[in-house]
């Protein structure tokens, strides 16, 4: 019993460290206030789903939430791509509520409120991943090639540029760099991997409903994002253990659900603002945003 | 060189550039030079291609650049220094030297596929900028740790680093200390040996006229005088709209 909850902690903590480094390359390294992130997750878990739930393979449904929600990072960049700060996280937050909206209205697909109900897990060349076991396996693999695939792009050159857009987006145009496609490129980027958490989500819980995908979800990403420091991947990873594992306790206090789930919210909404006063950087940061 | 040809630029009712033409030669220090808001800066933001202008052309050895994105600008050959620092904070200073070298390196698909390598040569470029002035031991530190001077002089070499054939400099010596000056002095000096083109915006006259080849002398948006150092020195139009004499 003690086992199978450690597990479930731990696939949590999986899909939330993909989902936090991968929003750590729009708002750490671009610097771009992207609170469309959740959106991202969204498609990628409804994509998995429809496609998991139509019978194909794992590989293909994995890959196309990954692409499909990069599409849409890359769609989302070109209106936004003059918008900075404020305007930006406005605009990437109306992209948010209107897939929420997509996925409650679009009834014969999505079956709206009803959510998808069913979804397999999945089968990699005839093993299958349906124990908590093998699918934490499968998610701490997954969360691992991201981890190296993320901290490689940073690391090149190409995430130089990036950090320079961040610091100073003019400065970089005079050195010949073309903003717009830096900016297009993380967002895309930070899209496919929030696409491929929300493809390890929906075969996890194997219901998804657009409940799941609201600007309350998206808080816990970005409290770990600032706690753990602006384009600092170390301080996100520790940042995630922290935080998904800190609201655990809630639950052997012995509060009703109905008080847990808020208590939850106001524990991080407290830690932020403390993380915001005391330590702005957060624990790792390096970077001060202007 | 760079030829700008009846170039306007409004702000509401003022205009901050008003029907200028002028010439830059080639291999020379050619410096604009005028009371603050006769539209120096508004010329440089107009020529890098950070302001678009209302009318006039800007041609930069035969292409037209009249408002070009200044990505484009700066990939034709014209590298631009800004009055205030704009290095990038929280990147090391050979990081920020080595963004300005080239456009490949930084290209995704290149990082993604293993192809790019920081080669031994721009490596040794960017040692070889930080020992011009005298910075060696600045290479791992954060642009945003160093003082006012230091950030200066960076900027400076990140500018030459920046392949161009036009250096434009907005006041590289403004709020530093003469030792300093002398030292952007002698550096600048060095380029024009080299065989560079440089177009400066200074208010120090007698640096100015201690490294111009030319000057261009600016008012209430429209060129006011050109000539040699010594000829605009002895210039009482410009005296007295200068100097207040």
Redesign the interface.
């Known amino acids: 019993m003690i086992e199978s909850y450690f597990i479930h902690l731990l696939i949590l903590i999986g899909i939330y460290l993909i989902l936090a480094i991968s929003l750590q390359v729009t708002v750490g390294f671009t610097g771009l206030f992207n609170l469309g992130h959740i959106a991202f997750f969204a498609i990628g878990a409804y994509i998995y789903a429809l496609l998991a739930l139509a019978g194909f393979p794992f590989w293909l449904c994995f890959l196309l939430a990954g692409i499909i929600a990069m599409l849409f990072g890359f769609l989302i960049s070109i209106p936004t791509n003059k918008l900075k700060g404020d305007y930006l996280a406005l605009a990437t937050l109306a992209f948010s509520f209107v897939v929420y909206a997509i996925t409650l209205n679009w009834m014969s697909l999505t079956r709206g409120p009803l959510g998808l109900s069913g979804i397999p897990k999945p089968v990699i060349f005839g093993i299958s991943f349906s124990s908590n076991f093998s699918f934490m396996i499968l998610t701490a693999l997954i969360t691992l090639a991201s981890y190296y695939i993320i901290k490689k792009i940073v690391a090149s050159p190409f995430g130089k540029a990036l950090e320079a857009t961040r610091d100073d987006e003019l400065a970089t145009r005079n050195l010949g760099k073309s903003t717009f496609k830096m900016k297009s490129f993380a967002l895309a980027i930070s899209a496919f991997f929030a696409g491929i958490a929300g493809s390890l989500y929906a075969p996890y819980i194997t219901f998804i409903d657009p409940s799941s995908f609201t600007l309350m979800q998206l808080i816990p990403i970005l409290c770990i994002v600032i706690i753990g420091g602006l384009a600092s991947l170390k301080g996100t990873a520790i940042a995630t253990v922290f935080l998904v594992l800190l609201p655990e306790p809630l639950r052997f206090i012995g509060f009703p659900s109905s008080v847990v789930g808020p208590a939850r919210q106001i524990l991080y909404a407290l830690i932020l603002l403390l993380i915001l006063i005391y330590k702005p950087k957060g624990f790792y940061g390096k970077v001060e945003l202007e | 060189m760079l030829q700008i040809k009846n170039l306007s630029k409004n702000f509401g009712g003022v205009k901050a550039v008003d029907n200028c033409s002028f010439e830059i030669k080639k291999g020379k220090i050619t410096a604009l030079i005028g009371p603050n808001g006769s539209g120096k800066t508004t010329i440089f933001n107009l020529v ?1 291609g ?1 302001m678009s202008s209302g009318s006039g052309r800007i041609l930069f050895d035969g292409k037209d650049l009249t408002n070009k ?3 484009d600008i ?2 034709s050959g014209i590298s ?1 220094m ?1 009055q205030q620092s ?6 090391t200073i050979r ?1 920020n030297l ?3 070298i080239d ?1 490949e ?4 698909w ?3 596929l293993g192809k ?1 390598k ?1 080669t031994k040569e721009k490596e040794s470029q960017v040692k070889e900028m930080l020992k011009l002035v005298r910075m060696e031991n600045f290479e791992h530190k954060t642009a ?1 740790n160093l003082s006012y001077g230091q950030k200066r002089l960076i900027e400076l070499v ?1 500018t030459i680093l ?2 161009h054939t036009l250096l434009m400099l907005d006041e590289p010596v403004a709020g530093v200390t003469p030792t300093l000056r002398k030292e952007i002095s002698q550096i600048l000096l060095k380029l024009k040996k080299q065989g560079e083109t440089i177009l400066l915006i200074e208010h120090d006259m007698n640096f100015t006229l201690g490294i111009a080849d030319e000057v261009i002398v600016m008012d209430e948006g429209k060129v006011m005088a050109r000539g040699k150092p010594q000829e605009i020195k002895n210039n009482k139009k410009v005296l007295e709209a200068y100097l207040g004499e």
Do not use: H, Q, V
């Open positions: 890098s950070i994105s200044p990505e700066s990939n631009r800004f704009r290095l990038f904070n929280n990147l990081e080595l963004l300005a456009n390196d930084t290209k995704f290149k990082n993604m790019n920081i945003r990140r920046n392949p």
